[in-house]
């Protein structure tokens, strides 16, 4: 059999999909990754959000409303391994296995650091373990602000020299106006790329009812991946076969291409 190119993709998970989506999306998209292998010769490196979003699930006995910076911050530490626990669970259906990896900003600007992560990774995916990574929301606050993982994966995508990125979100992709106040807004299928002026339209305030990302960060994200030579594609999380179906070009989801100029 003729051996295929090997291709490496970025995927990122939302807090609203992971929740909302629990173990029978994971189970999903664990399972994508199998034919996504097999099939296209893909490997996935995966990066979730969700665990402030799980924790605040579980925590009822803490009085109700807005939460401050630190108590996010603990709340990610309870709710991270009940995120691995999903995967985990998922991973074990297919027979696959997964690795936890967690990190900040601070790990990817830093040269050594950068370089150790990376090595870590390559060996992980020649192991054909996929990893798991979120940002380590007990030491940094960067996504948790604003974000939702978003910009950590565009970079994790330049680093691992990623070909596509894809983000799993709660909404069909990007329209060209507001869907929830115009019914007539039309998805975008396809984008050259995210200019400085549709990032300015889409205003940094847009985020969703469980994660700090919104539009915007995914639009941020994807500028950033596109000038490094990476496609991004913003897919509803849940369709069915919504990665083969990417991995296949199919029409689905806003494309957003290569970006070379501003
Ligand atoms: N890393 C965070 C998590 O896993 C991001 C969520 C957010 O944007 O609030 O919960």
Not at 122 to 133: G, H, M, N
Not at 225 to 234: D, M, N, P, Q, Y
């Amino acid at each position: 059999m003729k051996k295929r190119r090997r291709r490496r993709w970025v995927v990122k998970a939302g807090s609203n999909m992971v929740c909302s989506g629990g173990p029978l999306l994971a189970r999903a998209w664990m399972q994508q990754l199998g034919a996504l292998k097999r099939e296209h010769g893909v490997e996935v490196i995966w990066v979730t959000s969700g665990a402030i979003a799980s924790a605040t699930e579980r925590t009822h006995f803490l009085p109700k409303g807005k939460r401050t910076l630190s108590e996010k911050q603990a709340l990610s530490a309870i709710g991270q391994p009940l995120v691995m626990d999903l995967y985990n669970l998922a991973l074990q259906t297919t027979g696959m296995l997964g690795a936890q990896v967690l990190l900040t900003y601070d790990d990817l600007s830093n040269r050594e650091r950068r370089s150790n992560f990376a090595n870590t990774l390559e060996q992980l995916l020649k192991w054909d373990v996929t990893p798991i990574l979120n940002e380590n929301d007990a030491v940094a606050t960067e996504e948790i602000k604003f974000g939702d993982n978003d910009s950590l994966s565009a970079k994790i995508a330049a680093v691992m020299k990623a070909e596509r990125l894809i983000i799993l979100t709660d909404v069909e992709g990007l329209y060209d106006s507001d869907p929830r106040r115009n019914p007539s807004a039309e998805l975008v299928h396809s984008l050259a790329r995210v200019t400085p002026k549709l990032l300015a339209q889409t205003g940094s305030h847009s985020g969703s009812s469980r994660g700090t990302g919104g539009m915007y960060s995914k639009l941020k994200a994807a500028r950033e991946a596109g000038l490094k030579g990476i496609e991004t594609w913003l897919v509803k999380g849940d369709l069915p076969h919504v990665l083969t179906r990417v991995a296949d070009d199919e029409i689905v989801g806003t494309r957003i291409r290569v970006t070379r100029a501003r």
